[in-house]
């Protein structure tokens, strides 16, 4: 079975700071990697993927994710953090040989970025 | 962009009621899903579907729940007899394809039952 942790529910960054939101997975074969955020009454955005390849992905909004596979994890980066990054964070996994499984979701990390 | 639409945006229910949540995908995205986020807890998958059937569904999507593309660009969300602890937050979700792709999601509907 799927599953994927984030172990920290809150995340407090200085605005101009680095930024690190963790996620860890756990699946039976290989994995399809995801970072979504959520702003305010709003649905889930998608921020990057990893498929194969670069261990770094890069997406939306400066954002960098890296994946680790000894790790298990592929935790969420941003060199410079903004007020507006403040929202929930999440990270969802699927096992690549299981076909068109859902998406498995983390529980989210709550990001605020202080002025 | 296109995006994945929602309506309404919340819906009011009595317990015992049925309700429809309905979504328009991308038009070109060929699955769609329906997932659930109780307030403060993570989001929940609760069905899949491609080629006009269900692909997947979990635990949760019970005899009450049943899902419909009635057309070219709906894809419905039918929820008999609500109960209480249906209150949640309701995204659908399309896709081009299954594995690498990525999802695009809505912006929800809120469904209270009281």
């Known amino acids: 079975a799927q599953s994927v942790a984030q172990p920290e529910d809150q995340v407090n960054v200085a605005e101009g700071n680095p930024l690190t939101v963790k996620c860890t997975y756990s699946v039976s074969g290989n994995p399809y990697l995801f970072w979504y955020v959520q702003y305010p009454n709003r649905g889930l955005q998608f921020l990057l993927k990893?498929?194969?390849?670069?261990?770094l992905v890069k997406g939306s909004y400066g954002f960098e994710a890296e994946f680790n596979k000894s790790q298990t994890s592929f935790h969420l980066k941003k060199p410079s953090a903004l007020v507006s990054d403040s929202a929930l964070y999440f990270c969802a996994v699927r096992d690549i040989n299981s076909g068109n499984t859902p998406l498995v979701f983390g529980k989210g990390t709550r990001l605020s970025v202080i002025a | 962009e296109p995006e994945v639409t929602q309506t309404p945006s919340h819906q009011v229910t009595q317990m015992g009621q049925e309700v429809i949540l309905r979504c328009v995908p991308i038009s070109n995205h060929l699955y769609f899903y329906w997932y659930r986020q109780i307030l403060g807890q993570k989001v929940e998958f609760l069905v899949s579907?491609?080629?006009?059937?269900?692909?997947?569904k979990s635990e949760i999507f019970d005899d009450q729940f049943s899902v419909e593309r009635p057309d070219g660009s709906n894809f419905t969300l039918k929820i008999r007899s609500t109960k209480l602890e249906d209150s949640a937050m309701y995204f659908c979700a399309s896709s081009k394809s299954g594995g690498a792709n990525e999802q695009f999601f809505g912006p929800g509907t809120r469904l209270t039952v009281l």
């Open positions: 990893y498929i194969t390849g670069d261990n």
């Open positions: 579907f491609y080629n006009n059937e269900i692909s997947e």
